[in-house]
């Protein structure tokens, strides 16, 4: 059983940056795929990015070339580093958690995900 804790969420002004964290506990951590989904109010959840037990990284085209994942094994923790900020990316970040390896497609579909963290806060104002 893996256990997720965001945090690191709050508020921002747009063009600004914000890095959210996700410590896990139980579990081997450095088996896992770890990806971010976010949700806006009256929205579905949404993927966000993903990284692999070997680093690899996925993102949505909607944050490529902001958004930066990466992971400390060592810690258990994985990064979700933010800039250039919009209003639009306001919502809540979930990171979520299953063991690997799986690929392409599959990484941005939220059902392949086993466990998931309580959700972090972000607000981006205009």
């Known amino acids: 059983q893996v256990q997720l804790v965001e945090s690191g969420g709050g508020s921002v002004q747009a063009g600004g940056s914000l890095t959210v964290s996700c410590a896990a506990s139980g579990g081997t951590f450095s088996r896992y795929v770890v990806a971010w989904f976010r949700q806006a109010p009256g929205k579905e959840r949404e993927f966000v990015g993903s990284i692999s037990s070997a680093s690899t990284t996925s993102y949505a085209d909607s944050v490529k070339g902001r958004f930066a994942v990466s992971r400390d094994n060592a810690r258990s923790t994985v990064i979700l580093q933010m800039s250039s900020l919009k209003p639009e990316d306001t919502a809540v970040y979930y990171c979520?958690?299953?063991?690997?390896?799986?690929?392409?497609?599959?990484?941005?579909?939220?059902?392949?995900?086993?466990?998931w963290g309580q959700g972090t806060q972000v607000t981006v104002s205009s």
């Open positions: 979520a958690a299953a063991l690997g390896p799986f690929y392409g497609r599959a990484l941005s579909v939220w059902s392949k995900y086993d466990y």
